[in-house]
C-alpha cells in the first residue's frame, strides 16, 4: 500500500494534478492540503483541495473534503503548518 508524502504529486478525479504541501491528522484521520499544477506540471495554480486518507482492503484512497465544517476544522491545522513552512 502507497503511503502519500509531503511532495507526492496525485492525480484526483478531474484528471488535475495536485502536489501535497501539506499533511495533518484529525481525529484519527490523515488529511492532505495540495495544490493543483499546471498543465505542464511545472508551477502551481491558485486551486487547493483538501483530501482524507481512507484504507479500505489494503488498498488507499483518497477523498476530496467538501463539508464546510469538516474544512472549518481542519483550517486552523493547516494554517499552522503553513506558517512553519515559511519561516
Request: hydrophobic share 35%; proline share 1%.
Amino acid at each position: 500500500m502507497m503511503n502519500i508524502e509531503l511532495h507526492t504529486v496525485l492525480t484526483l478525479d478531474d484528471n488535475e494534478k495536485y502536489i501535497v504541501i501539506a499533511k495533518t491528522n484529525y481525529e484519527g484521520n490523515a488529511y492532505d492540503y495540495l495544490l493543483q499544477l499546471s498543465a505542464d506540471g511545472e508551477e502551481v495554480t491558485e486551486q487547493v483541495a483538501i483530501v482524507k486518507e481512507e484504507k479500505e482492503d489494503n488498498r488507499l484512497y483518497i477523498v476530496e473534503v467538501n463539508d464546510k465544517k469538516e474544512l472549518d476544522q481542519l483550517a486552523p491545522l493547516f494554517c499552522k503548518q503553513l506558517e512553519e513552512l515559511q519561516e
